[in-house]
């Protein structure tokens, strides 16, 4: 897309103009929002570094004003290209990189140098330090392969989630996958030395019925015992003080089915569930995504304000962007309405081996939705990196 270049009376052009406007709206906001709010949220973790509790106060801050704007594996690849430095499907649309970053740990279990969507781990770990580097945020997912059938974590098998537990005939296997995670973890340090704090994700989409810890294939107290276990291990024994941690749904249609498999106040940071749109959502009656996610986002919010914690929206996106206006019609509408401290697009596979649909949840240059995302980006609720890096969101205020 090209950018507009006309200059304004200032001499500055547009988009300068607009970026500059923009940056004094978030100083406004941010300061504003510091101003008024009463009482800080703590971490689950008493032990929290400075900058992973600052990390977590400040979102909690800025949740009424502003939204962080994520994708997954941004900086290693986009559509037509990979591990181009300095590359971004974002950036190339949007003038800037995104405020958040979404990883994968799938594999590193396995002992592979490469997560199950071929990022080299070696790749992931400076990525991750370049862009708090930047004053980005780091969000991790785990798509742990099944312990039980070797298979990967698309396998549903009844009996998966007992086996690792206490007791269980996978247990010990399963510390040692909990080892090479906290191996990563604890590895994710700046320049400095300082533990870089991570919106740290496991065991999402809980309640559905396709990965081996979902509802289908395990009780809920199974489930709130593969939580604590998980927490135990990395916090308690691996002492990784360092972690956000976000509990992360699919689809639910009441606060107790969304409580249902919750391991506790004291073992949550975050709230959060993911939420994706097909073309078989929209007719000219209705658009069930934005209908549907409407109303999780209101549910959310309402147990975000009880729990005290902070609400998100973990995964979104539309697979190729089909709509022209979805950025600002239906996507937009959504964050501005309720209370949302980040979205998390998914990735940017491109054509991929093997299907003939392109697999890519942001637009790139010429797409249909492309003038559309821009708009999208470029509105004040929105933050990009930028935003993120003047707000310095890893220092108390």
């Known amino acids: 897309m090209t950018n507009k270049t006309s200059p304004d009376t200032s001499g500055r052009t547009k988009n300068e103009h607009m970026k500059c406007v923009k940056f004094s709206l978030i100083l406004i906001l941010f300061c504003a929002c510091t101003e008024n709010k009463t009482e800080d949220q703590n971490l689950v973790n008493p032990n929290a570094t400075k900058e992973t509790l600052a990390l977590y106060q400040n979102l909690g ?31 190339k649309l949007a003038g800037d990189y995104p405020a958040l970053y979404g990883w994968e ?11 199950l969507d ?20 780091i969000s991790i997912s785990w798509h742990a392969n099944n312990p039980l059938t070797g298979k990967n974590a698309w396998d549903p098998a009844a009996g998966t989630v007992a086996s690792i537990l206490q007791g269980g005939n996978k247990h010990e296997l399963f510390l040692s996958w909990l080892d090479k995670v906290g191996d990563f973890l604890a590895d ?6 300082t533990p870089i704090p991570v919106l740290f994700r496991p065991w ?19 489930f709130k015992q593969l939580w604590a276990l998980t927490y135990d291990h990395l916090v308690n024994k691996r002492k990784l003080n360092n972690l956000i941690w976000v509990y992360n749904t699919a689809d639910f249609n009441s606060p107790e089915q969304f409580l249902e498999r919750y391991p506790g106040n004291h073992l949550a940071d975050v709230i959060s569930f993911d939420a994706y749109q097909n073309e078989a959502d929209i007719s000219e009656v209705e658009n069930r995504f934005v209908l549907q996610v409407d109303t999780k986002l209101a549910l959310l919010n309402k147990l975000a304000d009880s729990l005290h ?8 996106g539309f697979e ?7 950025w600002t019609n239906d996507l937009l509408p959504l964050l501005k309405k309720h209370q949302v401290s980040y979205v998390l697009l998914w990735r940017n596979a491109g054509k991929m081996p093997g299907k003939e649909k392109m697999h890519y ?17 470029d509105d004040p609720k929105i933050w990009l990196a930028n935003d993120a890096k003047a707000a310095e969101l890893y220092k108390r205020k």
């Open 188 to 193: 994710l340090k700046d320049t400095g030395g």
């Open 361 to 377: 949840y942001v637009p790139f240059a010429g797409d249909t939705s492309a003038a559309d995302f821009k708009k999208f980006a």
């Open 320 to 326: 190729t962007i089909p709509k022209a206006d979805w």
């Open 61 to 91: 801050k800025l949740v009424d004003t502003a939204v962080l704007f994520g994708h997954q594996d941004d900086l290693a690849y986009g559509v037509g290209w990979a591990y181009e430095p300095g590359n971004s499907d974002v950036k």
């Open 309 to 316: 914690k902070i609400p998100a929206l973990a995964e979104t």
């Open 105 to 115: 740990l799938g594999n590193l279990e396995l002992d592979s140098a490469k997560n």
């Open 118 to 137: 071929n990022v080299p781990f070696a790749a992931m770990k400076q990525f991750i330090r370049d862009a708090y580097g930047e004053g980005s945020v």
């Open 204 to 222: 999402h989409e809980l309640t559905g019925n396709w990965f081996w810890w979902c509802q289908n294939v395990s009780t809920p107290d199974e």
